[in-house]
């Protein structure tokens, strides 16, 4: 809490402008003005006085302020530095009676604090005539009074002041009186009556002389008051006060009627000349207005507001006159004294609003200036704030307090601050106000945006639309406007060598994330971007968060059979024994499905048959085997048709066809040989009957037909088989592999490959032996000319094809590959 004390004793005073002069200018500005005065009439110009340029004044916010908080008459031109007159000043109601009449203020400059004092002296000018407080004055004068006789005059009251007050009084020519001046300009004027000729009642009764008052001022202005003269008998005594001068003292906002003193004066003289009346002689009009004079007691009362701040005495004539007119009069000096009924004013001269968030340590960010109208304790001033707010009070210049910081500030913790400064006074009871300053923290861009999770997943099925919203991320900033603006965009990377732009988007102002286009779960099945926040601040600030995307299956492929080929690519037999037993394997259905999960659980079944019952399918693992002996009855030549069903949801399926020759030799079968060729025959014969039917212009297109037909019969392959498995490379699908350990190829079969070098009785060269449990990905059947042997009959392949020998691991011959 800051704590602060102004004290209006000199010493204190002293103190003060000695510690602070070390580090501040300090200087004493003097400048009179006339009073009445017009406004924006040029005093002086201060720039020039403090050696200051005028420009600097408006970038140090040079003001003038009162000392007292009172009404301010002057103020300075910022533009030119010229000090003026802001309202019209009247030194007697400023000043009154008072000689000197000076107006104090304070020049407050900023950056650095400097505070000058500014005293502007108000010159009297002649705008006052005197007056008379009665305007007819009474005497009774016996015809018995002496040559020589003085009768005091009722003085009369000019408002201005030295020279300009009253200056001298003269009498309208008489055979009787003449007139003696007393007094100077400064302490009053006052004239007495002296009889210059022995009066005669019986001559003249009565008498009225005019008395006139003037000032010496320029022009010169006058009063009057008649002076009315009834010659009567004598009266040689005048009354008499107790004491000349009555000095009391009033405390001020005393209550009205309250007694300030009694005068009281005696006379000598009996009857009606020694009854004494009292009345005011001299009085200010602002007194007058304050005080009363009971005629007969003498008591003076209080019949206004008494205030210390404005007048702190008062100087007051009392005249005492007996019946007949003779007067003496008395002085009355009033000292008010001070009580504590005024509060402390807290004004605020300076205010930076808003104060930026990182502002330093001790800034300054306003300027108060406190006053009190009391004196002595009353005006000691002690200033506080709250204690639980980031700024503290230091007393600087005399009456002037600012408002530091005293830890660094947070606009996100705290936004605005409302401080009450309170400002108590020394007096007893202690009297105290407060000023509450609202105070708001601008924004600085101090907060990176932060996302509400480090990291991010989201799931999307395969096939999706494009466009489509997969996830959305928040960042939250905590900073204020664009400082807390917060925009979304992904890093750039690329997935398996391709844009992440290709793949996802962000909404920048939302932070949702969309599919650019449809994602297969077969071509990859997660991708992995680093989605970053940035504000729009100035230098912005950003973060990062990561986004897992995971691609789900969906059954879109159906299953592909990798054997037996198709049906119209080449002609597959199995040669089944006809010593066969139940139970054994003939051949097996190997299908693939590019599907994950239970969309790639693969079922086989029988759909139909030659013989059914005679052989079956394994229902998970595709073997054909035996299911009965077989007998002669049975046909040598069986057709199977099997479906493989996935376990999705719809399933999809495929079929194929498994032929299957019952023999023990090939021989048996010299049929089969010439298989394809039948096949091939048909096509031939196709092809002829077209040709006898074409136009003999094209018979030259028929020869080129005729021989594109013979190159590709010569080029497609011929299998013999005896019961093993081939598969063709050609056949096989590119990039099929193992899904999540869910895949489709499970058994291992081993087949061994022989090459012939052209001829039907030529040596075999031994390829190798394929032992793989899962075709690799794009795999097909390679040749590799190691470890010949010999063999001894087999039908081989037509001249220029390359032959294939296939093998069973039991190292019987199971067939023929040509192409």
Not at 360 to 367: D, L, R, T
Not at 429 to 444: G, Q, R
Not at 680 to 692: C, N, R
Request: with cysteine; aromatic share 8%.
């Amino acid at each position: 809490m800051g704590l602060g004390v102004l004290s209006a004793s000199s010493s204190t005073l002293q103190l003060a402008l000695l510690f602070f002069c070390w580090s501040l200018v300090c200087a004493d500005l003097s400048y009179t003005v006339p009073e009445e005065t017009r406004r924006q009439f040029v005093i002086g110009n201060i720039a020039k006085d403090l050696g200051i340029a005028a420009q600097r004044l408006s970038a140090r916010k040079a003001r003038i302020n009162t000392e007292d908080s009172s009404k301010r008459y002057v103020d300075i031109n910022l533009s030119s530095g010229d000090l003026t007159v802001t309202e019209t000043m009247d030194r007697e109601v400023l000043c009154g009676s008072r000689m000197n009449c000076v107006l104090n203020y304070e020049l407050v400059l900023e950056n650095p604090l400097e505070v000058h004092r500014v005293s502007v002296k108000i010159e009297d000018i002649n705008d006052n005539a005197p007056k008379f407080l009665n305007e007819r004055i009474t005497f009774e004068i016996s015809e018995s009074a002496v040559k020589g006789r003085r009768f005091q005059l009722d003085e009369a009251h000019d408002s201005d002041i030295g020279q300009n007050g009253v200056n001298g009084y003269s009498l309208e020519k008489n055979h009787h009186f003449i007139l003696s001046v007393h007094g100077n300009t400064e302490r009053g004027k006052y004239a007495e009556l002296v009889l210059d000729k022995e009066l005669d009642r019986e001559e003249q009764k009565e008498m009225d002389l005019v008395l006139t008052a003037v000032d010496g001022g320029t022009p010169q202005r006058s009063g009057t008051a008649v002076i009315h003269i009834t010659v009567l008998d004598a009266n040689d005594n005048v009354p008499v006060f107790t004491q000349s001068v009555y000095k009391v003292s009033l405390a001020e906002n005393a209550p009205l009627g309250t007694e300030v003193v009694t005068v009281r004066a005696t006379d000598a003289d009996e009857g009606a000349n020694g009854a004494v009346s009292y009345e005011f002689s001299r009085i200010s009009d602002h007194a007058a207005q304050l005080f009363s004079v009971d005629k007969v007691t003498g008591q003076i009362k209080v019949r206004g507001d008494i205030d210390y701040e404005e007048e702190k005495y008062y100087e007051i004539k009392v005249q005492a006159k007996d019946g007949s007119g003779s007067a003496s009069t008395a002085n009355i000096i009033i000292d008010i004294t001070d009580l504590n009924d005024n509060a402390p004013k807290i004004t605020l001269t300076s205010l930076k609003d808003p104060v930026p968030e990182d502002t330093a340590v001790g800034a300054e960010v306003a300027i108060i200036n406190v006053q009190d109208k009391d004196s002595g304790e009353n005006r000691q001033i002690r200033c506080s704030i709250p204690k639980n707010v980031p700024f503290k009070l230091n007393s600087t210049v005399k009456n002037y307090f600012s408002l530091v910081t005293t830890n660094t500030l947070d606009r996100e913790r705290e936004a605005d601050y409302n401080i009450t400064i309170t400002a108590t006074d020394g007096g007893s009871p202690p009297l105290s106000s407060s000023m509450t300053i609202h105070l708001s923290v601008s924004d600085v861009n101090d907060n990176p945006p932060v996302f509400d999770e480090q990291s991010y997943s989201a799931y999307v099925a395969e096939n999706n639309k494009a466009g489509t919203s997969i996830c959305s991320v928040t960042a939250r900033d905590p900073d204020w406007r664009q400082n807390g603006t917060v925009l979304y965009s992904l890093l750039p990377s690329e997935v398996n060598g391709v844009p992440v732009s290709s793949f996802l988007s962000i909404n920048a102002d939302t932070g949702v994330i969309h599919a650019v286009r449809s994602f297969d779960y077969e071509q990859f099945r997660s991708l992995k971007v680093q989605v970053v926040s940035r504000d729009n601040g100035s230098p912005p600030l950003s973060s990062n968060a990561t986004m897992s995307v995971f691609i789900t299956d969906e059954n879109d492929n159906s299953p592909q059979i990798l054997y037996p080929a198709p049906e119209g690519k080449s002609l597959m037999t199995e040669m089944v024994p006809k010593a066969a037993l139940s139970g054994s394997l003939v051949s097996k259905v190997i299908a693939v499905d590019a599907d994950s999960g239970q969309n790639a659980w693969l079922s086989y079944r029988i759909v139909k048959s030659t013989d059914p019952g005679l052989f079956s399918v394994g229902v998970h693992s595709g073997e054909i085997r035996v299911q009965r002996d077989i007998s002669e009855s049975d046909s040598m030549k069986q057709n199977l048709v099997i479906s493989v069903r996935d376990n999705g949801q719809p399933p999809l399926s495929a079929t194929c066809s498994v032929y299957l020759l019952i023999s023990d030799n090939l021989a048996e079968v010299p049929e089969l040989k010439d298989m394809t060729y039948e096949e091939k025959s048909s096509k031939l014969t196709s092809y002829l009957i077209i040709a006898l039917v074409s136009v003999s212009t094209f018979f030259l297109t028929f020869i080129i037909l005729i021989l594109a037909v013979r190159f590709c019969r010569r080029r497609k392959p011929r299998l013999l088989f005896d019961g093993a498995v081939a598969i063709p490379s050609a056949y096989l699908p590119p990039n099929y592999a193992e899904v999540e350990g869910a895949g489709t190829l499970r058994s291992s079969y081993n087949y061994d490959a022989y090459l012939t070098t052209g001829s039907h009785t030529s040596d075999f060269k031994f390829i190798r032996s394929y032992n793989d449990s899962t075709l690799p990905a794009g795999g097909t059947l390679r040749k590799n000319l190691n470890d010949s042997f010999d063999c001894t009959s087999l039908v081989g392949c037509p001249s220029g094809d390359s032959e294939f020998l296939i093998k069973r691991p039991d190292g019987l011959v199971a067939g023929l590959l040509c192409f």
